[in-house]
């Protein structure tokens, strides 16, 4: 499955108490400084694109954080308030048809920053824009999907048969669209980056590519891309320059709270040494960079604490171990599920993380913390409780010895030998079997001999579905290129969560909340145990007193950072 870019950091491990705590509360700022440029860098590599339909990486969307205008967003605000889709180019909407159509009224004042209104016509060019074939937008998997979000028309687009889907309506300011099947996922995919507003004479068959001062890219958002020069192969000479949109909601009326646009520009440079910009901003001569060497995260706790200039927060990823509940050792045996889960060292498998350079944060739930939905309950420990382990296991551990897929990149076989030691603990004999690569073989295939697969999972989108029912959902199953590796496919919790995809709002929420309990703590298919996490370094510049961790898009929003 294809799935947004998670840009992978090396960060210190540091307890979750602590993590999470300063996560969650921000101090009301005094007056901060306005204007200047802000100066981000990205080691390694390019950005993915600079086109909105096609836009698809960690740090694009980051950028375009800042440049887009949706029908819905997410505030510039720490969780949870920063998890709540709340209106934004739309000033509302409603539901009809038994849940299948949709109609929002666009909201008036908007303006691109060459000065053009936005409109409902806006938001259909750039759906029907990223269902067309010649662009082949990652957009399509996600409104034209038969078990999911699927817009009426909208494989007729991709296919050739339309011009736009006839799913897809305008009158006036309202815009109208038409789903085959009701799907509560609807709104979080529809307030992707992707289906922001667009200017209508952006070319429907070719993607946008050089952009400079005489052909910027307009948006409507609080800025807009003024130039993207691609980076020369490495040579660190990739560029993008966002700039304030004088036109940004300058007539929406007083009921709209703008957002902030601090800086007068961003400017990206990408492709940079890691190493190099590591340098960069320590001497001042850069203001963020998207990367750190893998040591130093200590060095910059030591130096400058976790409330200073280095911050380190929540991604939205799990890592998990899945059981085979279809394999003779799980089949309708959870008390032998959740006695693996409470055999594990989570806490050890963690800290064999940080020589990696990753930070994981240990975690038994499978939303992450922060996310839609989640709300801690502590069901199993961090340190083993073997006792409870083998008391739940005695009489349910079948003779044999049982398939464990692990990947071999470092330090997978250090953690799978972690693992092993505490399965034995329970008579369980695992016959490891390493694999290279992003999905193992043949673990996605229904007749798989796993008992075992190791796996991580990052958001898709911002709704408890993607985790739920993308990677437990029956219903879904079939021969091959299953993200249901632990076969989990119970009709009683189907049917929760086919009831809970069809809900909105806070009844929703509700439903994933309680529906994510019961399956960690009585059905089990999984053992989850961390949660990956991303830190923050600035340069000296920075006031720190604007910074904000956005939990959707997992970065600060850069249209809020003041330099002093």
Known sequence: MDRRVWLSVGVLLVGGSLLFAAAAGRAAPAKLGQGGTLRLELPWADIDDVDPSLAYGHVTWALEYSTALKLFNYPDAPGPRGSRLIPEGATAFKVSNSGRTYTFTIRKGFRF???????????AFAINRALGNELQSPAFQFVADEHATNVVGAQDVRDGRASDASGVRVRGN???ITLTEPDGTFLSKISMPFFQALPLDLSRTSKVIGVDESRPLPSAGPYYVTRRTPSGFGQGDGLVVLKRN??????VGRRYRRRPAVPDRIHLETARGLYESYEEVKRGGADYSFDLPPTAGKELEEEFGLMGRFRIRPSNCINYIAMNTSNRLFRNNPRLRRAVNYVLDRRGMAELGNSGGTSLVPTDQYLPRGFPGFENIDAYPFSPNVAKARALARGHVPSGRWIYYYGLASPGPQRMA???TQLAKLGIDIDPHGFRGFQPDPADKRNSPHAFVTRAWCQDYS???DFINTLLYGGTLKDENNNNVSYFDSPAYNSRMERAAKLTGDARLRAYTKLEHDLVTKAAPWAAWAQPANQFFFGDRVDMRS????????TPPFNALALK
Do not use: H, M, W
């Open 113 to 123: 920053s060459d000065g053009s209104p936005v409109t409902a016509a806006n938001y």
């Open 174 to 176: 309202k815009l109208t």
């Open 246 to 251: 004088p036109y940004y909601a300058q007539n």
């Open 418 to 420: 972690l693992v092993r």
């Open 463 to 465: 709704d408890p579905f």
């Open 547 to 554: 910074f904000v961790y956005q939990p959707i898009y997992e």
